[in-house]
């Protein structure tokens, strides 16, 4: 069965500091995966999406992902957190059979000055 | 171009209570999803509607149900609600869909709370 898994629940980071959110999937198939954020009240936005290719990928505010098969991962990464990017991660999969996707539970970052 | 619109933003029931919520995607999309969002549970895929069929559902008992119309608007409708309904439902667009891989456009939600 399909599944996501985000194993940190919470996650505070000093504003200047490297971040590190992480990502298990669990797909039959070649996943298209996805990283969504989500700023209090609002709905989530698309950062970055995996289909294949380039393992690495970037995606919008300095935010990348890297994908790895072996270890069913894909962890995102920023090189320097800024406060306004204090907001809940979501690691999704897209099912190959339709338009449904999987979330995982997200990620809660909070950015200290 | 106007982004999904989803109303009202809040709503509060009781028990036994059905409600109807609305969203309207962007111009030109014709995928239509429902998430339920609860703390610790993430988002839960409710369906999918595509030009007026519901194409993909998710588990959820049939007191949860949907429907498109012709302008791609969609309606998602709860009967005889449930403490455990309480959630922010989600209503995502995106132009086609249909393979797991094109992005989705989310609304704000509604925020329901059942008493």
């Known amino acids: 069965a399909q599944s996501v898994t985000q194993p940190d629940i919470h996650i505070t980071v000093s504003e200047g500091a490297s971040l590190e959110l992480r990502c298990n999937y669990s797909?039959?198939?070649?996943?298209?995966l996805f990283w969504y954020v989500q700023s209090p009240g609002q709905g989530l936005q698309l950062l970055l999406k995996?289909?294949?290719?380039?393992?690495l990928v970037q995606g919008i505010k300095g935010f990348e992902a890297e994908f790895k098969r072996s270890q069913s991962s894909f962890n995102l990464r920023k090189p320097s957190v800024h406060w306004s990017d204090a907001a809940e991660y979501f690691c999704?999969?897209?099912?190959?059979?339709?338009?449904?996707?999987?979330f995982g539970t997200g990620t809660s970052l909070t950015v200290i000055p | 171009k106007a982004g999904v619109t989803q109303t009202p933003r809040y709503l509060i029931k009781t028990r036994g209570q059905q409600v109807t919520l609305s969203c309207s995607p962007i111009s030109g999309h014709r995928s239509v999803s429902w998430y339920q969002q609860t703390p610790g549970q993430g988002l839960q895929f409710l369906f999918e509607?595509?030009?007026?069929?519901?194409?993909n559902k998710g588990n959820f008992p049939g007191r949860f149900s949907g429907r498109q119309f012709s302008n791609s608007r969609s309606e998602m409708n709860v009967s005889t609600l449930e403490l455990g309904d309480s959630a922010l439902y989600l209503c995502?667009?995106?132009?086609?869909?249909?393979?797991?891989?094109?992005?989705?456009?989310f609304g704000s939600g509604t925020q329901l709370s059942v008493l």
């Open positions: 509607y595509f030009s007026e069929t519901q194409r």
């Open positions: 999704a999969v897209g099912a190959h059979t339709g338009n449904q996707f999987y």
């Open positions: 995502a667009s995106s132009y086609n869909g249909g393979l797991g891989n094109e992005k989705l456009f």
């Open positions: 995996y289909f294949s290719g380039d393992t």
């Open positions: 797909y039959g198939a070649t996943p298209y």
